[in-house]
């Protein structure tokens, strides 16, 4: 699944897939699955992120924005690019695809 929206004037292209849950793992040894759970949980609840769920915003964002464009730099140069606060705009955008994700798997399964 793959979405374009538009982060302080800029157009972001975001990419989930099969491939995205394991180039999370291998790159920061952690479950994408249970982190944008508690991520989902966090903004619905508090509506702001601690400083570790931050950083696993930023990584997350940063996995399907490099999984849509390969050509993007390291997540430091790209993060530079955004003020302080675009990774709230980023992960939500990625949070509702994430959930449009699992809701299609989820009636596939059904039929």
Request: glycine letters at 2%; hydrophobic letters at 40%.
């Amino acid at each position: 699944m793959e979405r374009v929206f538009e982060v302080e004037h800029k157009k972001v292209g975001v990419k989930c897939s099969a491939g995205t849950v394991r180039t999370y793992r291998n790159l920061y040894a952690r479950d994408l699955i249970l982190d944008m759970a508690a991520l989902e949980k966090e903004l619905v609840e508090t509506k702001t992120l601690t400083q570790a769920s931050e950083e696993i915003a930023e990584n997350v964002s940063y996995i399907m924005a490099k999984e849509y464009d390969e050509t993007l730099p390291d997540i430091n140069e790209w993060l530079s690019s955004f003020s302080p606060y675009f990774v709230y705009t980023i992960v939500a955008q990625c949070i509702y695809m994430w959930r449009e994700n699992l809701v299609s798997i989820n009636s596939s399964k059904k039929n």
